[in-house]
Each structure stands twice: as structure tokens, then as C-alpha cells.
């Protein structure tokens, strides 16, 4: 019955993790669609290709632990590009205040679940940390290149970050 309810436990934090991944990547896609001749753009390419070695690790993991990855994934595409593409429009800063807000909220994300798993899952744990660290690099490099002198940043930071917990609490269930 626990080996059950823990299945479930990490079913619902590895499928998260894996649809975050999936929009992260196509986020910055979405930035270098647009702000590909930018100098921000080799930064960009860094954080772009570090996302995809997250999504490979979770990928495995899914297969691994026998965990359905979430019906939205396609949606979750779509969401990333969009967001990426959309505040890359806007500018160079808006697409960085975008990074930012996003990765301070997937790197808290992943410190509160190392800490979950730290007694009964120490190889997990570890890596989520890894994670953690690269996410919350990728928001100090944005906050390097001005993000948050982008127009009306508050606000936008406020919209992403709410609309990032939101979509962690559908891709839990869905
Ligand atoms: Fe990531
Ligand atoms: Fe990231």
C-alpha cells in the first residue's frame, strides 16, 4: 500500500517535471525564432541546450518509473513557444524578464522536491538539486542581460509566474 501511494507521489512530480522541461525548451526555441542574430542569443542557446538535456534525463525517468507523461504534452509545446516567442517580440528584456520569471519559479520547484526526496530517494534528489542550480543560473543570467528593466516587469513577471503554478497544478493531475 506505501510502495503504492509513493508511486503515486513521484508520478505526480516527475510528470510535472517533464511538461515543465517540455515548455522550457520550446520557450527559448520561441527566443532564438526571434532574437537569433542578438549577441543574447549564444546565452540563449546555452540555456536552450541545457533544457533539452533536462527534458532527456526526465524522459528517462518517465521510463524508468513506468510514468505516463502528461495528455497535455502538445499543449505544453504550444505554451512554451508562444510565451518564448511573444515576449522575444517585445524585446530582448521582455524575453529575459520571461526567463527570469520562469526559472525562479521551476528552480524553487525542483529545491522543495530534492528536499521531498532526500531520505527516501538520495540518486533523485541529487539530480533535481543539479537542476535547481541550472534553473536559478538561467535566472541570474537573465537579471545579467536587464531583464528586469523590461517594460512594465512587475506585472509581466507577476502574470508568467502565476500562470507557471497554475499549469504545475494541471500537469500534476492531467
Ligand atoms: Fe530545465
Ligand atoms: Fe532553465
Known sequence: MKKKKEHKELSKMLRVDHAGEVSARKIYDGQLLILSGRKEAEEIKHMRDQEQHHLDKFDELLNEYNIRPSFLTPVWNLAGLTLGAVTALMGTKSAMACTIAVEEVIGEHYQKQAIKLKSSNKVLSKVLNEFADEELEHRNIAQENNGEEAFGYR?????????????????EKI
Open 155 to 171: 506585472i509581466m513577471k507577476g502574470i508568467i509566474q502565476s500562470g507557471c503554478r497554475g499549469a504545475i497544478k494541471i500537469a
